[in-house]
């Protein structure tokens, strides 16, 4: 069984180390899978993203340990969620809002430490404490009901910004907005798109606020900042230095420029508007 | 067995990938788990420390490879020592000082390549040419004694600065020093606690010179720079941007920002002194 | 078998985990080295050099797994090529260059992807769609020709410069440059040196280019910049501060400050011209 790993806490200190050395005791024939452990500190919505992208590529199966927490020692419930295609163990604050939204039949536990373990852990490092010890839990056989009472409500994310313009039976524009930047400084958009073939692009619903719309593509632009930005297949569409947006890896349209970094033309921030800019509207 | 390596050596470089491969051509089946690669070039004293957070938490067994070694290619052995709980492989500089802390019945023996090795080996890069094959054939099942003869005595480094003020049936406040900042920007001090109570805290002898008391908690705060910090039990127990002291997650006592960074807010370096000031003293 | 991966992608997105996931669904038993993630963004020599030093020390039958690919969605193929020792898989743009001269018998076939997968597949993520599957296919026992038709002629990259300068059968001294730096600020020098004896110092061909030649020991220097720097065995055979040449770990000549940073003492980039003076120049 696989358990993928993500979190915030760096690759500096042993935190990632130690979470593995607790596994390892308890979940021995484990595989584990770093997605990424440099979340920025706190970036609950940056990681919930990031879950999503790794979503479909990871094995039926898959036990997702999250730990990106910045009300650790609080309040919040410790969760394991279990679907028809994986489970995830975490702080319950929306870090799994849109994993879960790519599988059905989602059950939820509160994790419940007994009280001799509770009297041992710390008050920071929960992801040592109580999540490692589930996720390995549940990747040697436990059954969900093992680690605590169900829990019927988890807290969730907001989905990010996507609306159709004008007439909804004929629209003018897409409106969404920078999600994040990758380590090529391309930005990703929320904007979802199945496929973009000669003549059109689909709108693909990878959220459920996201309409589901098959576009013609002739004008078809995207608008970031004060620029008009050409829709093409890939980088090399496109001359040295110049802006494209594409339909990146995980089916949501990006902004990229070829050799350069996007993140640096447009100094752009994650939450920036972007439209979708459809044919009508320049003619 | 578990293989649980830290080093210098950057993620960048193909270091760490070119000791994982000799390991696998000599102990294919050993699990390999990295503490961390990022330790300040040859600073072996935070080196020793993250050796001492990760041990109690790595399977009984494991072979610890640590590598932060400014003396390569000059006179220092190379030395692998087995106790009762793990082994430890490495330049014989002090790495494992802290770590040997938490185990008895240590043998060490100078690890001496044999003539060919030696003649094919790199003055530079002993983390490949003598430590990972050692480590592998250990974790292949050779014993201590194959590697080379036994040796007396390790180096050793110096223990943290921590001592009682006042007298000593009745301190009045306990010194201590900043000993690093983690990823999340908090400054962890050389104050081992055991546990914070509602109305006490114990100090924790988590090395030789550390007293082992238990404290009145009243009145009690931790005085860095200017600042008098209280101690509570997480983050959320003090306002956003406000500082505050609790034990951390290896029981030592840290200081952090809820909400921000410590080592931003006082500007500290390693080795400024912390003072825990008791009760009475405020009187 | 080993995967062995080298990417630019970094550690901060999860291009990485979805491609072992990708990897573990189709090879779940194949064991995965990383070799490094952080090669400069679309650096093909780097990553190429990366590679070279890294091949020797894997386990035989390794595949190599790099991705680095500034013409990722161009018409570029993507290539495995199998030898004696390993096998490569990437997109045919060079990145193999180096590695390949390390073995013999390499055949070479291009990847193509069925008509399903490429309808799928992202033109921007060939790792993730096209490269992952393809070598977890060999790791789990596919045969070369399985993945596509033969290929005649790969890309090839230049070899660093590299001469000897002044009569062929009584040199001067030889002219390479520097390569690359590594994590500790050390200059890699494009001088293959097999070995460095107490009186003479064998050039080492490493690339079919580098002349194989013994030369005498005495008054050789390194000249870089307006710099003499000594050769030497190691770092403590100089005064700390002081430049020092040495043979590297990889068997080419590299400068180095004991206890400090040749990369910020010499501000020197990559591709600067390095001289290995002979003694007799200098008599």
């Known amino acids: 069984l696989t358990i993928a790993l993500l979190s915030d806490f760096g690759t500096r200190d042993v935190f990632v180390g130690v979470m593995k050395g607790v596994i390892a005791q308890i979940a021995p024939r484990a595989r584990l899978i770093d997605l990424t452990h440099d979340i920025p ?16 590529f990871m094995p039926r199966g898959t036990i997702f340990l999250a730990v990106v927490d910045p009300g650790v020692g609080s309040e919040r419930a410790a969760v394991a969620v279990s679907t028809d295609r994986f489970t995830c163990v975490g702080p319950d604050n929306g870090l799994f809002t849109y994993l879960l939204a790519q599988a059905g039949g989602a059950r939820a536990v509160e994790i419940r430490s007994d009280a001799a373990q509770a009297e041992r852990g710390s008050s920071t490092f929960h992801g040592r404490d109580i999540f490692a010890p589930a996720a390995a839990r549940l990747a040697s056989g436990a ?81 970031l900042g004060s620029m008009d930005i050409p829709i093409v297949r890939t980088y090399s569409d496109v001359p040295r230095g110049s802006p494209l947006a594409y339909v990146g890896s995980t089916g949501l349209l990006e902004v990229g420029v070829n050799g350069g970094r996007a993140i640096d033309l447009f100094q752009t921030v994650t939450g920036a508007e972007v439209l979708l800019r459809l044919a009508k509207q320049r003619g």
Chains 1, 2, 3 share one sequence.
């Open 143 to 223: 059954g969900l009901a093992e680690l605590g009472p169900a829990v019927r409500e988890l807290k969730r994310l907001a989905y990010p910004r996507l609306e159709l313009l004008g007439q909804v039976t004929d629209p003018s524009s897409v409106r969404g907005e920078i999600l994040l930047s990758d380590h090529f400084g391309n930005l990703i958009t929320s904007i979802g798109v199945l496929r973009y073939t000669r003549d059109a692009l689909r709108l693909e619903p990878w959220i459920p606020e996201c309409p589901g719309t098959r576009l013609p593509l002739a004008g078809l632009a995207v608008r």
């Open 41 to 56: 500190p706190g970036d609950v919505r940056t990681a919930a993203f990031r879950l999503w992208q790794a979503g479909p």
